[in-house]
């Protein structure tokens, strides 16, 4: 039972465009949301968070949206640049601090020059 | 500079092998987890720690055991290593907000 989805395994955007990225949960109990970013032969580095009272969280290029009632949050990186060519997880936790992270399955992001 | 440590980026056993995975924390954190990543799963867990001697089992963790003996310390066991277990290994800490993951180890089982 897939809790935390990533429906597209890849996605292929022009540097300097906007890259949008999806995810969908299933339990409504999840009320902290992160974005990583991996690349091949490495750990995942945390990008940005959200918790459930907000609906948006901002940071430099990268920003994460939620909407609960449609249990869907995005990340959108604006604009992208050859360096975020990487894999992208979604994941999701109880609470802000002392639980698990239910992670996607991932996007791998390709930015064409 | 916050650090996890994980300590093999490579391994390489043979099946029937009892392998130990390491990693260590700076950070002080209570808690830790262990993940395995393969191609289109995602990172799925393994087991968590909240504290020194306490796991929880994960997800996946038929194969597996783990110890924590100090807080800084969770060790991953593969009992008796089998193929399947070939995967990317991934160990975490956290206390509030976003995890903070080690380099990773590749095992592979022949």
């Known amino acids: 039972d897939q809790q935390v989805k990533q429906n597209s395994p890849s996605l292929s955007v022009q540097e300097g465009r906007i890259s949008i990225l999806n995810c969908d949960y299933t339990?409504?109990?999840?009320?902290?949301f992160l974005w990583y970013k991996k690349y091949p032969a490495e750990g995942p580095t945390f990008l940005i968070s959200i918790s459930s009272i907000k609906d948006k969280n901002e940071d430099g290029r990268f920003t994460v949206f939620l909407n609960k009632s449609a249990k869907h949050l995005s990340l959108h990186i604006v604009p992208s640049q050859p360096g975020d060519s990487a894999v992208y997880f979604c994941a999701a936790s109880l609470r802000f601090g002392n639980e698990k992270l239910t992670f996607g399955t991932g996007t791998r992001l390709t930015i064409i020059p | 500079d916050v650090k996890v440590t994980q300590s093999s980026r490579y391994l390489v056993k043979r099946t029937g092998e009892k392998v130990f995975l390491e990693c260590v924390q700076d950070m002080d954190h209570e808690n830790m987890f262990w993940y395995r990543q393969d191609p289109g799963l995602g990172l799925r867990l393994i087991y968590f720690s909240y504290d020194v001697k306490m796991k929880e089992k994960g997800d996946i963790p038929e194969g597996y055991s783990v110890s924590r003996e100090k807080k800084e310390r969770f060790s991953l066991i593969l009992e008796s290593a089998s193929t399947n277990q070939t995967s990317m290994y991934l160990c975490a800490s956290r206390r509030e907000g976003g995890a903070f993951f080690g380099q990773g180890t590749r095992l592979t089982v022949v």
């Open positions: 339990n409504s109990m999840f009320d902290y």
